[in-house]
């Protein structure tokens, strides 16, 4: 067993992608800001790595406002579940060079409702879904839905629209879903994005503010991610997938949606509506956004680009897979594994070679 000392030397081993790694018993401070999507992931990473010195503090601002706050130089990292625009790219790489897309894992977009004696596993699939977003649907007994659930018993209950107020990753992912089921949803709202022309509903903020509409308001839906419908123990859909299947969200099925996607070489790609058996078609990936040249980014020193890489590794080891599942976040598959460390190891300090800090 190591002691005290021993551990406050510096121990150079090798990572999960074969780099050099080095453990300190410096503690190291981590600002980043982004995505809701992913902020319970961020918050059990960071207290699980608290007592190995590091410090993560994580604001879950949205991935527009994240990525916005990382060109401003206010955050050592950004996290975005849609891939950055060639515009957000062209402002990253203005302020610090090379941008690079790291995936850490795959979650669901539940579709979340509060109907009284109604269990979860409504079917509800994507024409239908975005009907409702676009205010024809406005009571559950609707003869769309009734097709769908011909033995479930539907009240006759106003649905009561919540979505995202802000730029919204989870907002992207799940426009792209209903763009993809809907010409009048494209019309009406505009091409998928971090925003849309919404045309019902209640914007709430974050994934929290959607979650706390839908808990509060008998007959309300809203598109959650599934660590925040868990944690509220809410009710949701199954949804039928290109498979013509009706699949419920689990971490099955949404490790099932990471199989067999289309990247891009820089790693930008997007899991939703995979056309995989047994994948839940609403599962988004999320992204850690980082400077080929880490230490390009205002405030990034040496020690912060280290930490950086070692949070990438720890998240991709053993111990951040059980991380992930348990928060029902889905791990990158092997195959995809192999291509982010092909670009990590292109990561460095202002030249110099990252020994990144074993957590």
Not at 148 to 154: A, D, F, G, S, Y
Not at 290 to 305: E, F, L, P
């Amino acid at each position: 067993m190591k002691t005290r000392m021993f551990a406050a030397l510096v121990a150079v081993g090798v990572s999960a992608f074969g780099t050099s790694v080095a453990t300190s018993a410096a503690a190291t401070t981590l600002n980043g800001a982004g995505a809701t999507f992913s902020q319970p992931l961020w918050q059990q990473v960071g207290s699980n790595l608290k007592s190995k010195g590091l410090t993560l503090n994580y604001q879950g601002i949205g991935s527009g406002a994240g990525v916005s706050q990382f060109v401003a130089g206010t955050v050592d990292f950004a996290a975005s579940d849609p891939p950055l625009t060639q515009t957000q790219i062209g402002l990253t790489e203005k302020n610090g060079g090379p941008t690079v897309h790291i995936p850490v894992a795959f979650g669901a977009i539940t579709v979340s409702y509060h109907i009284p004696g109604v269990k979860s596993g409504l079917r509800l699939n994507g024409g239908t879904i975005a009907n409702i977003y676009l205010g024809k649907i406005t009571k559950w007994n609707d003869p769309a839905i009734k097709k769908l659930n011909p033995k479930v018993k539907l009240p006759d209950l106003a649905i009561t629209v919540y979505r995202r107020a802000e730029s919204s990753g989870t907002t992207a992912g799940f426009t792209l879903f209903l763009s993809k089921y809907s010409s009048e949803w494209a019309a009406k709202a505009g091409p998928p994005g971090n925003t849309a022309k919404w045309p019902v509903g209640t914007g709430a903020q974050g994934n929290a503010g959607v979650a706390a509409g839908v808990k509060q308001r008998v007959g309300a839906i809203g598109y959650v991610e599934q660590a925040y419908a868990v944690q509220n123990k809410f009710t949701f859909a199954a949804v039928q997938n290109r498979k013509k299947e009706w699949i419920y969200p689990s971490l099955k099925s949404v490790s099932l949606a990471g199989k067999g996607l289309k990247v891009q070489k820089s790693l930008r790609f997007t899991a939703i509506d995979n056309p995989v058996k047994g994948a839940y078609p609403i599962v988004s990936q999320t992204f850690m956004i980082n400077h080929r040249n880490i230490c390009g980014q205002k405030g990034v020193n040496a020690d912060k680009a280290a930490a950086i890489v070692g949070v990438i590794n720890y998240i991709y080891s053993k111990p951040g897979t059980k991380t992930l599942n348990k928060l029902i976040y889905a791990a990158i598959p092997a195959d995809l594994k192999k291509k982010v460390g092909k670009q990590m190891k292109t990561f460095n300090c202002n030249g110099a070679k990252i020994k990144a800090k074993k957590f």
